[in-house]
């Protein structure tokens, strides 16, 4: 058998031995722990807030025409125009006026039956109409129809039963339901049967029972002063009057002063004549 020797290699030479393979293992990644997980909190329901109460104010709920409402608390006076210098320099005084003194072109008279027309009519009469009333509906009020046809030649009159020089004029609305006449005017006459308009249409109210004064310069001299409605808050034309002339003293205190100046006057002259009377008699003898 023959024996084959690779070239390159002497024959007497013996081989090195075979060189064992180092077996090296691979290096062994070390396993991490596995993360432990925390637990996740379970979302609780949030507590819904229990609604509280509101307070109770005392605003006016909104009401519609024809509804009543609660009366609104008495608010200040609001004033148009100035005074006349001339006539009015000492202020104002209110004229008082019986029932009987004021009439009107027409009244508020609605219901089903004649009985409840017929009260409707009294509970709206004009005199309901003086500033400040609260009776029966709280104001006079025009027809419902004329009303609600827009008829201009409505109007509360007033009697004042003489010559009075007016300076002022005061309106509300109504007592107990929103109606209020937002623009009016003015007819005047000195003897009930001739009139004459005073030349301007005068503000009015914005709510039921606010007063609106409005100074009339040139104030007027007149008997008989009738108020037409022009514009309204809603169909229900109502309103509350006065009338303000012009007053001849500053004030009471003027009077009581000037009645004093001449009782003093009186007395000082009274008590003179009687010491003259007696000196002229006392020289003579």
């Not at 329901?45 to 605003?59: A, C, H, N, R």
């Not at 007027?220 to 109502?238: A, G, K, M, N, Q």
Request: glycine share 6%; aromatic share 8%; with cysteine.
């Amino acid at each position: 058998m023959r024996t084959f020797i690779p070239i390159g290699l002497n024959p007497l030479t013996t081989l090195p031995p075979k060189q064992k393979l180092l077996q090296t293992s691979a290096p062994t990644e070390k396993l991490q722990p596995a993360p432990q997980l925390k637990p996740q909190p379970v979302p609780q329901p949030k507590p819904q807030p229990v609604p509280q109460p509101k307070p109770q104010t005392q605003t006016q709920p909104q009401t519609q025409p024809g509804q009543p409402q609660a009366p609104l608390p008495q608010s200040g006076i609001v004033v148009h125009g100035s005074p006349d210098p001339k006539n009015c320099a000492n202020g104002y005084e209110v004229v008082t006026l019986s029932d009987y003194q004021l009439d009107a072109s027409s009244s508020y008279a609605e219901g089903d039956t004649e009985a409840d027309k017929t009260q409707s009519r009294i509970d709206h009469m004009p005199s309901m109409g003086k500033v400040n009333n609260t009776k029966g509906r709280g104001a006079w009020c025009v027809d419902h129809a004329k009303a609600l046809a827009k008829d201009r030649n409505q109007y509360l009159q007033l009697n004042l039963g003489t010559p009075t020089t007016i300076g002022m004029v005061e309106t509300q609305g109504q007592y107990y339901y929103p109606n209020f006449v937002t623009k009016f005017s003015l007819n005047c006459s000195v003897d009930g049967v001739n009139w004459f308009g005073y030349g301007k249409i005068l503000d009015g109210n914005y709510d039921s029972n606010s007063r609106v004064d409005n100074h009339l310069n040139p104030a007027i001299s007149v008997s008989y002063v009738r108020f037409l409605p022009v514009e309204s808050s809603t169909d229900d034309v109502c309103m509350r009057v006065a009338v303000f002339r012009c007053r001849a003293w500053a004030d009471k205190w003027a009077n009581a002063t000037r009645k004093s100046k001449i009782e003093k006057a009186e007395r000082k002259n009274r008590h003179d004549k009687p010491e003259r009377h007696r000196k002229g008699l006392h020289e003579k003898y």
